[in-house]
């Protein structure tokens, strides 16, 4: 209960804020870098376009507290090159490992 009513408070907040950086003396702040949570606020706020009620606060509670996925480990990658080269041998696998291990996940 208490983190729906956070939501709904930052819903709020952002909601006043957006209508306060109409106003002249705003126009500073608007332009001001987002930081990761503002960033989040505003992609989840224009999902959750056309959606009310109930079903916009759990909309938004899941949205906000979803965590971004996890950056691909070198022991991550390495188990998932290993898994692929089964069959390959000698210079074929080093090959293909050296390949795989360079790519950017």
């Known amino acids: 209960m208490k983190k729906i009513i956070a ?6 907040a952002f909601a006043s804020a957006a209508s306060a950086s109409a106003a002249p003396e ?3 702040a608007a332009s001001a870098p987002k930081n ?3 960033s989040k606020m505003a992609t989840c706020n224009a999902d959750a376009a056309g959606k009310k009620g109930d079903e916009r606060k759990a909309f938004m509670k ?3 507290s979803a965590k971004p996925a996890a950056p691909v480990t070198q022991q991550t990658k390495m188990k998932t090159c290993n898994a692929d080269a089964a069959g390959k041998k000698g210079d074929e696998r ?3 490992m050296k390949e795989c291990l360079s ?3």
């Open 7 to 12: 939501v709904i408070a930052a819903v709020a």
């Open 26 to 28: 705003a126009a500073p």
């Open 36 to 38: 990761s949570q503002q």
């Open 62 to 64: 899941d949205c906000l």
């Open 94 to 96: 080093k090959a293909f």
């Open 103 to 105: 790519a950017k996940k």
